[in-house]
């Protein structure tokens, strides 16, 4: 770095784990094209989107009405077994998904992918046939085995380029999105006509035309991953920021765990009918996604003028980007925009190479 590089220990840490390309010994084309997926890439966002979509779409049904459908098993009426068998999902899900991603490294992305479904697909089958809330946490946990979350972002990644890859990242979030939306109003007419087994068939059904996506439309995948050299997991272990985002996420999940056993329950006492708990779903989540979207583009611009103009300025805390920034002539700037663990960050712009 140059003399005149300011940037915190922290980030400096973290700018070298990040990956980079020497602009000097890379070539940008100066065509826009650059940033524009292939027809191969649309093809596998597309298909991986539909494989995220179809899988969520399952479990997202079940999420509304199981707290109320439960309480019909015997067993029901003890709310933390219910919670636990909601929860059990969750747990097994976050037991397998490094094994599995471990796994999807030696014998490849699909085969790892279709195994996760199948076990996703036998859960919702062992689900769909319970006797008891205790058979429905035998279920759930099967569904939770079956993670290949993180295969198909890997697959994801395989099969785009640095330059798209975030809008492949992008599409596959809308769909879950956009699915969970979709299942928090067709949710309660669903299990009025099906009941919670029937819901529970559906999601099997969902789960083979999963498998279905993946063998038949996603494309084949490369098999670069098999041969690249592996860090070690004890220093994923020991990773302090992955540790706060784990921790993130578990919160999250434990909160909205909590709230599908109570607030379903909750708007029932209200005197709202089963089939009507969409019209406070709905409206919550549309003016979340609002409020995130609006967030997002903030976060963008603050990091887009901190990379691209001045040499210091004032960002978010703990927020960091690194990005490419084509020019019609030349081959570019690039930059970082660094942060403390103070809100001011700071900004380093190397000399556009001539």
């Known amino acids: 770095m140059p003399d005149n590089t300011r940037c915190p220990a922290a980030s400096r840490h973290a700018l070298r784990r990040m990956p980079m390309s020497d602009p000097a010994s890379s070539s940008v084309p100066d065509s826009p094209t650059i940033h524009r997926m292939t027809a191969a890439e649309r093809r596998a966002t597309q298909s991986l989107a539909a494989i995220f979509a179809l899988r969520m779409l399952g479990l997202f049904l079940v999420l509304p009405v199981f707290a109320i459908e439960a309480a019909r098993y ?18 097994t899900q976050a037991l397998m998904q490094v094994p599995l991603g471990l796994a999807s490294d030696r014998v490849g992305r699909k085969r790892v992918i279709v195994l996760g479904l199948l076990l996703f697909a036998l859960g919702s089958a062992v689900a769909a046939l319970a006797g008891s809330v205790q058979a429905l946490a035998v279920g759930r946990a099967l569904q939770g085995a079956g993670a290949v979350s993180a295969a198909v972002t890997a697959l994801l990644a395989d099969l785009t380029r640095d330059e798209v890859r975030t809008k492949g990242m992008a599409l596959v979030g809308a769909s879950i999105g956009l699915v969970f939306a979709v299942s928090l109003v067709a949710a309660p007419p669903l299990v009025g006509w099906l009941g919670l087994p029937g819901l529970f068939w559906l999601t099997a059904l969902l789960a083979l035309a999963g498998i279905a996506v993946v063998l038949r439309w996603t494309p084949a995948e490369p098999a670069r991953h098999t041969g690249e050299p592996r860090g070690r997991l004890a220093e994923v272990w020991r990773h302090p920021l992955l540790w706060r985002l784990d921790l993130g996420v578990f919160v999250l999940h434990t909160v909205q765990m909590a709230m599908w056993v109570v607030v379903p329950g909750l708007l029932l006492q209200a005197g709202l009918p089963r089939s009507a708990h969409w019209q406070v779903y709905l409206p919550a989540v549309l003016a979340s996604f609002a409020l995130m979207g609006g967030l997002f583009a903030l976060g963008a611009a603050t990091c887009a003028r901190c990379c691209a103009g001045p040499s210091r300025c004032w960002g978010w805390r703990n927020w960091r980007c690194w990005g490419w920034r084509p020019r019609r002539r030349g081959r570019g700037r690039w930059g970082w925009c660094c942060s403390s663990s103070s809100s001011p960050s700071t900004c380093w712009r190397p000399a556009s190479p001539a």
């Open 74 to 91: 015997p067993g029901g009426d003890d709310p933390a077994l219910v919670g636990l068998a909601m929860g059990l999902y969750g747990l």
